[in-house]
Structure formats: C-alpha cells, structure tokens
T-cell receptor, first 115, second 113 residues
Framework: KQEVTQIPAALSVPEGENLVLNCSFT??????LQWFRQDPGKGLTSLLL?????REQTSGRLNASLDKSSGRSTLYIAASQPGDSATYLC??????????????FGKGTKLSVKP | EAGVVQSPRYKIIEKKQPVAFWCNPI?????LYWYRQNLGQGPELLIR????????DSQLPKDRFSAERLKGVDSTLKIQPAELGDSAVYLC???????????FGPGTRLTVT
C-alpha cells in the first residue's frame, strides 16, 4: 500500500531564506506526483506536477524534483516571502501497467515565513 | 476560466440530519473527485467519476453517503444521517485525462453538533 510522508510537519523561516520541503513515498511505481498549496480555510492550489519520466519541474521561485528510485521528492522555494506561508501538500498518483490510481496525499508541511 | 465551484462553503447541522454538497467542475473536465479532509490530514478520496460513471467508490461509506453526477457535469454528495465524526472539509476536484492534473474547489466545511 502506497504511503506518503512529509517531514517536517511544520517549518518557520525568516523572510528571504531558500528552503526545501520533503516528501517520501513507499512505492516507486507512480504515474505522477503533484505539489499543492493550501491556505487556511481554502481548497488546494496545484503548484507543480511531475510526470514519472521527469526529474524536475519549475515555476517561478518553485522547483520540484523527483527521484523515483529512492521514493523522494523535494519542493525548493527560493527567496521565501511572507505570502508563501501556507500548508504544502505532496500527493502521488500510483501507476500500474499503464493504468492510473487515485492521488494519495501526505499530511502536509505547514510553512510560516516571518517578515 | 472559472475554477471548480462548490456550495455551500459552510454548513452546521445537528447529528442525524441530512446534508448535501454541490460541485460544478471546470468546463470540459470529464473526471470529478470528492474528497474528505480532516483537520491536520491530507484529503482522502471518497469517490471518483469519469463522466457519469462512478469508477471508484471503495472509500465511500455507503450506509450513509451517496453521490450522483447527472449528465456528467455537476455532482452532489449527500450524507444521511450525519454523525459527529462526519465533521470535516469536503473537497471537490476535477481533471482532464492525461496528465490527470487535479484542480480543487474551495471546499465545504461541515460541522455536525
């Protein structure tokens, strides 16, 4: 059974720091991996999607990497800003023989960027 | 382009009462998902539709939960009767086929007293 773990559960950094959020998964047979952001009381906003054949994706100050063999993904945030404060969720979509399963989420990392 | 729309945003009911949530996916998205998110947890899938067909409802508590997606567009999730443990945020998401990138609505926060 696929399990997704995000460490740390919470992170507090001063404004301007570069930071890395970690995601690990137990089964390397994935179709893709998606990073989301969730603000308090809101739904999830898709940040980046990495296909299983890709190693990384970039969007603005965000860079996500994927290492299937080790079951790890990282989300790198450059020059953090107070507006980046939110919970970041990692989710994997299992893939078996060409079929696709449902997203399995981690519990998230709550990021606080202090001015 | 309009995103995923959900209503209501908040609902407070007493236990044993019925409740319904509505979702309108992004136009053209054939796959629709209902998730439940408890505090401090990631979302967990309740049911997935591809067009009008429920292709995965293995996590839906069928004794009290029901869902429908008429004409392959809007969807309704119902709970009857609600229990205290049903208090959570109910999220709707939609996606196209490949690459199955999911887009979420704002959710409905349900409180059962």
């Amino acid at each position: 059974k696929q399990e997704v773990t995000q460490i740390p559960a919470a992170l507090s950094v001063p404004e301007g720091e570069n930071l890395v959020l970690n995601c690990s998964f137990t089964d390397s047979a994935i179709y893709n991996l998606q990073w989301f952001r969730q603000d308090p009381g809101k739904g999830l906003t898709s940040l980046l999607l990495i296909q299983s054949s890709q190693r990384e994706q970039t969007s603005g100050r965000l860079n996500a990497s994927l290492d299937k063999s080790s079951g790890r993904s990282t989300l790198y945030i450059a020059a953090s800003q107070p507006g980046d404060s939110a919970t970041y969720l990692c989710a994997v979509r299992p893939g078996y023989g060409g079929s696709q399963g449902n997203l399995i989420f981690g519990k998230g990392t709550k990021l606080s960027v202090k001015p | 382009e309009a995103g995923v729309v959900q209503s209501p945003r908040y609902k407070i009911i007493e236990k044993k009462q019925p409740v319904a949530f509505w979702c309108n996916p992004i136009s053209g998205h054939n796959t629709l998902y209902w998730y439940r998110q408890n505090l401090g947890q990631g979302p967990e899938l309740l049911i997935r539709y591809e067009n009008e067909e429920a292709v995965d409802d293995s996590q839906l508590p069928k004794d009290r939960f029901s869902a429908e997606r008429l004409k392959g567009v809007d969807s309704t999730l119902k709970i009857q009767p609600a229990e205290l443990g049903d208090s959570a945020v109910y999220l709707c998401a939609s996606s196209l086929d490949v690459p199955y990138e999911q887009y979420f609505g704002p959710g409905t926060r349900l409180t059962v007293t």
